[in-house]
T-cell receptor, first 112, second 112 residues
Framework: AQSVTQLDSQVPVFEEAPVELRCNYS??????LFWYVQYPNQGLQLLLK??????LVKGINGFEAEFNKSQTSFHLRKPSVHISDTAEYFC??????????FGAGTTVTVRA | SAVISQKPSRDICQRGTSLTIQCQVD?????MFWYRQQPGQSLTLIAT?????????ESGFVIDKFPISRPNLTFSTLTVSNMSPEDSSIYLC?????????FGPGTRLTVT
């Protein structure tokens, strides 16, 4: 069984500042890791994914994440945020059965 | 890739009634799933929709309440039966394709 813990429920950040959203997972098998974004009243959009290979993953909109197997983490970062990055961010873990377990979500609010 | 559509996009239903949600994928996929997102919450997997066999339900979800059909590799339905206000949620269909899980736009259900 897999589980995900997003360590920050809310992250306020000023425009053009960096942001990091923390995600830890637990799993007894090899994992696939994902970050999704959900803008207000919209569906889920994939930001990036780790399936295998390089542990530094680059995604859309300038986001990147690093898979750290020893620390069972998959933290999401962006060096400079925009107002439009205000959204809910979900970390998810999947295994060989392709089912996803989602974290509770992190609300990012970007202020001018 | 896969593009997923859902019908209806939203509905308001009276308690005690049932609603069937349709999910259509634009390509053949092996794995399809149904998730629920309760207001202000994260996503929870309801079941895996298996083509040609009964759906596989997660703990806390039962077939009598959430019957699922999967008649072919591009289509699935989820029925929410004997609805109560606690069933008010967004219901999302997803499919695994090309190393990624794609999500439909969701069906926003309100039960009065």
């Amino acid at each position: 069984a897999q589980s995900v813990t997003q360590l920050d429920s809310q992250v306020p950040v000023f425009e053009e500042a960096p942001v990091e959203l923390r995600c830890n997972y637990s799993s007894s098998v090899s994992v696939y890791l994902f970050w999704y974004v959900q803008y207000p009243n919209q569906g889920l959009q994939l930001l990036l994914k780790y399936l295998s290979g390089s542990t530094l993953v680059k995604g859309i909109n300038g986001f990147e994440a690093e898979f750290n197997k020893s620390q069972t983490s998959f933290h999401l970062r962006k060096p400079s945020v925009h107002i439009s990055d205000t959204a809910e961010y979900f970390c998810a873990v999947g295994g060989n059965d392709y089912k996803l377990s989602f974290g509770a979500g992190t609300t990012v609010t970007v202020r001018a | 890739s896969a593009v997923i559509s859902q019908k209806p996009s939203r509905d308001i239903c009276q308690r005690g009634t049932s609603l069937t949600i349709q999910c259509q994928v634009d390509s053949q996929v092996t794995m399809m799933f149904w998730y629920r997102q309760q207001p202000g919450q994260s996503l929870t997997l309801i079941a895996t929709a298996n083509q040609g066999s009964e759906a596989t339900y997660e703990s806390g979800f039962v077939i009598d309440k959430f019957p699922i059909s999967r008649p072919n590799l591009t289509f699935s339905t989820l029925t929410v039966s004997n609805m109560s206000p606690e069933d008010s949620s967004i219901y999302l269909c997803s499919a695994w394709a090309g190393g990624e899980q794609y999500f439909g736009p969701g069906t926003r259900l309100t039960v009065t």
